[in-house]
Structure formats: structure tokens, C-alpha cells
């Protein structure tokens, strides 16, 4: 298994609250992604990045900000939670060459109440 | 949206037989790749087809890829019981240098021993 890490696994907390989500690689791969996973959505990209301090918006990155200060580390963070933003968040990483498939973490079940 | 849609949403089969699943997207891309997903877990990248091939086999599974109606099909032959599990499309269109993916909804497979 490709070596990412996402912590923590599960979480449940309060409307307004602020809430960090992180991911660990021990791969050195370039590319970070951050996705939510909703019933009947599959999978949306939120932010991604593509290098250390390189972030860029994905489809549905409205409340939610991102930071890359170390190649193993991207961290997602929601600085306000709202009920809408309850759902499972997987981080993935990629590699540099082209046409190469993304590697998963086992996602954070994040529950705003 | 470039989403990818699948088709059936959900498919239950007996072990042994056959499972096909279908994907159809929305622009050009670089190439598709085939997702599984078990329960409770992060995804699991299976194959990956460039736009300029037509067929490709890993194993049990075949995947077919036509560019002219912008589909793709997922066989997998001989199914087991462990096969059950979701299985997504995503694309990549080549639309930033991280080589973004857009996900299809998903194809809920149930193998019956």
C-alpha cells in the first residue's frame, strides 16, 4: 500500500467549530490532493497541490482552505464547520510522471452536529 | 460538470458469472482509470487506459475504451464473493498540471456465493 496516512480517522464536532484534517505521505510524490465523498456525488476534488506551498481550488473548495509547508504534509482545514460540509474526506497522492494512477488514503469521517 | 456517470448504479450477480459496468464522460481526455472501493476504506486504483488504446486486461478484469462515444466498460470474469464492492470511473482531461480527476457516482457491485 502506497504510504499515506490520514488523521484523524473519524470526527465529530460542533457548527462554528474550526477543524484540520491531515494527511502524511512517506512517498516524496509531488502531487496532494484533498476530496469529499457524498451519497450520490462520488468523489469531488476540493483543493490539491502540486508541490510545497503550490495550492490550488478544486471543484467544491468553498470553506475550505488548504496548506503544504512540508512534501509529506497537506492539511485541510475548514475554519468554520456547517452540517453541509458532514462527509468523508480522502487525501490522495500521485507521482510525477504522466498518465499515473492517485493513491489513497483511508479517509476521516468528519460528523458537524 | 465532467463528471462520469456509471451505469448500472447497482449490480448483484452470483459467483462465477461475469460483471460489466459502464462509464460514459463528458470531454476529451488523457486517459480513464477504474477504481474499487471496499467499505469503510479509501479507493484502490485497478487500471488505467490512455485514450490512444482501445483494450486493456489486468488479470480478471478488461476494460474497453471508445473514444468517439466518450464511454468505457469495466468486465470483470469469473467473479468471487471478495470482488463485492464499489467501483468508479474517473478521468483525467489533462485540464491542469496535476492531472485532476473527475469521478463518476459509482457502481455498487454485490457478488452472491
Known amino acids: 500500500d502506497a504510504g499515506i496516512t490520514q488523521s484523524p480517522r473519524h470526527k465529530v464536532t460542533e457548527t462554528g467549530t474550526p477543524v484540520t484534517l491531515r494527511c502524511h505521505q512517506t512517498e516524496n510524490h509531488r502531487y496532494m490532493y484533498w476530496y469529499r465523498q457524498d451519497p450520490g456525488h462520488g468523489l469531488r476534488l476540493i483543493h490539491y497541490s502540486y508541490g510545497v506551498k503550490d495550492t490550488d481550488k478544486g471543484e467544491v473548495s468553498d470553506g475550505y482552505s488548504v496548506s503544504r509547508s512540508k512534501t509529506e504534509d497537506f492539511l485541510l482545514t475548514l475554519e468554520s464547520a456547517t452540517s453541509s460540509q458532514t462527509s468523508v474526506y480522502f487525501c490522495a497522492i500521485r507521482g510525477d510522471r504522466p498518465n499515473q494512477p492517485q493513491h489513497f488514503g483511508d479517509g476521516t469521517r468528519l460528523s458537524i452536529l | 460538470s465532467q463528471q462520469g456517470e456509471e451505469d448500472p448504479q447497482a449490480l448483484s450477480i452470483q459467483e462465477g458469472e461475469n460483471a460489466t459496468m459502464n462509464c460514459s464522460y463528458k470531454?476529451?481526455?488523457?486517459?480513464l482509470q477504474w477504481y474499487r472501493q471496499n467499505s469503510g476504506r479509501g479507493l484502490v486504483h485497478l487500471i488505467l487506459?490512455?485514450?490512444?488504446?482501445r483494450e486493456k486486461h489486468s488479470g480478471r478484469l478488461r476494460v474497453t475504451l471508445d473514444t468517439s462515444k466518450k464511454s468505457s466498460s469495466l468486465l470483470i470474469t469469473a467473479s468471487r464473493a471478495a470482488d463485492t464492492a464499489s467501483y468508479f470511473c474517473a478521468t483525467d482531461a489533462g485540464q491542469t498540471g496535476a492531472n485532476n480527476l473527475f469521478f463518476g457516482t459509482g457502481t455498487r457491485l454485490t457478488v452472491i456465493p
Open positions: 487506459i490512455r485514450s490512444n488504446e
Open positions: 470531454t476529451s481526455i488523457n486517459n
